[in-house]
């Protein structure tokens, strides 16, 4: 069974609780390849999306997965919420609980306000991203993606490729790729690799080549535009020349290596057209599969057990 209230990051979790999670996602993942994409389980639950960042991805498949699974989802939009008029985080928070949430997933921009939340909140506190700390159930979706194609994670070398300042997917997949045994390499300018980065068991790569060298996996990040403070590189003209992800550089991982993203794009940034859409690409299958990955874990997390498969 399940143990932990929230689901806060990936740091925290053991490979056990990891894969758990990833074994659960597949007869969610059966479910979703149905007609009718609908099962009772989570009849009588609430789900609530509380998100203060832009997504398309993340809130339309916790939005999916909820209904899937027949949970009553609603979606809190901040810019029309009392939040402009002031409100606090665990005001909203301790409104949406006393109104009956089981579940609230939540993306913030500033680290650790999932963890504040789930402080002071009765509901079930998902991270759906916290500033550049952490993003567990993208992590997920893309452990689940690779274990999916490659049968397992262990012994496994996978390529990390970008912005890894400020990427709060890069964190997440660290953790998870380390405690499933993977072999972690990062690569970026110099300028967007985080202080310390060398104490995260990770190995860290200064030539886009050398880092893709031999790699099974390649997880390209997007170039987070948004978060930019001025001077960090040139011009994204020289990023892409420099760090993006094209076919000739995908050649130079093993034969067969997966092309992952997060989404969304920079098309001709960070990764070209025709690898986007290249063969070796699962960007689209990890889309699938976050609506997978989030079922499994809002089963998981509101009283379900493996024993309890839906089917
Ligand atoms: N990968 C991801 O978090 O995408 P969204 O911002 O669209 O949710």
């Known amino acids: 069974m399940w143990k932990r209230k929230d689901l806060l990051g990936i740091k925290e979790l053991s490979a056990d609780e990891i894969n758990q999670i990833l074994d659960q996602a597949v007869p969610m993942k ?26 398309t991805r993340t809130r339309t498949s916790f939005e999916l997965a909820g209904k899937y699974l027949s949970a009553d989802t609603v979606n809190i939009a901040v810019s029309t919420s009392s939040v402009v008029k002031g409100e606090t985080l665990i ?24 963890h504040l939340l789930a402080k002071h909140i009765k509901a079930k506190v998902i991270n759906a991203g ?25 012994g496994l070398t996978v390529t990390i ?19 499933l045994g993977a072999k972690v390499r990062v690569a970026g300018p110099s300028t967007l690799m985080p202080p310390g980065l060398g104490d995260w068991g990770v190995e860290v790569y200064h030539r886009v080549e050398d880092a893709l060298e031999g790699a099974d996996v390649v997880n390209v990040l997007r170039l987070q535009l948004e978060r930019q403070q001025k001077g960090l590189f040139p011009t994204i003209r020289e990023y892409a020349r420099q760090w993006g992800l094209n076919s000739r550089r995908v050649s130079l991982a093993k034969p067969g290596a997966m092309v992952l993203h997060p989404g969304p794009m920079n098309r001709g940034v960070e990764i070209s057209p025709e690898v986007a859409d290249g063969l070796q690409s699962v960007i689209t299958e990890q889309v699938t599969n976050g609506v997978a990955v989030r079922m499994a874990i809002l089963y998981l997390m509101t009283g379900g057990g493996v024993s309890d498969v839906p089917r």
């Open 30 to 55: 059966d479910i979703i390849k149905r007609d009718i994409k609908k099962v009772p389980t989570l009849r009588g639950k609430s789900v609530i999306n509380l998100f203060y960042e832009p997504s």
């Open 130 to 154: 916290d500033g550049a700390h952490e993003h567990p159930t993208q992590a997920l979706l893309d452990l689940f993606t690779i274990k999916e194609a490659k049968g397992s994670i262990e």
């Open 161 to 179: 490729l970008g912005d890894i300042l400020h990427s709060r997917v890069a964190r997440s997949n660290i953790w998870g790729l380390k405690k």
């Open 91 to 114: 005001d909203t928070g301790k409104t949406i609980d006393v109104m009956g949430a089981d579940v609230v997933v939540i993306r913030h921009q500033a680290s650790g306000a999932p």
